[in-house]
């Protein structure tokens, strides 16, 4: 199996980071992962094609907003919150906010 590779805290960068966060699709994905320990990749309440959400997966993962954990055959996925909060205070917060207020 292959590993997965995350970029580590110095090599995240706030404008990947922004680019991720801007199509709404990923932002459903971070609303339900912000409301979860850990999901599996079927569990975002995302209605897309595997490849699809897939693409969507990769590019949060490769910006360093979340992290992959393979099990088995199943893939969980969880905020880097405790990284992201140490290198740009405040951004996840911030955005799970300002999700949570269009939805209301």
Do not use: Y
């Amino acid at each position: 199996m292959r590993d997965i590779l995350h970029p580590n805290i110095e090599q995240l960068n706030l404008p990947t980071i922004l680019n991720a966060l801007g199509d709404p699709v990923r932002l459903e994905i971070i609303k339900s992962l912000s409301k979860e320990c850990e999901i599996t990749c079927s569990c975002c309440n995302v209605n897309l094609q595997k490849s699809a959400l897939s693409h969507h997966f990769k590019v949060l993962r490769e910006a360093g907003i979340i992290n992959v954990r393979i099990e088995g055959k199943q893939r969980f996925l969880s905020l880097r919150k405790e990284e992201l909060e140490k290198r740009f205070p405040g951004i996840l917060d911030s955005v799970i906010k300002n999700i949570n207020l269009i939805d209301n």
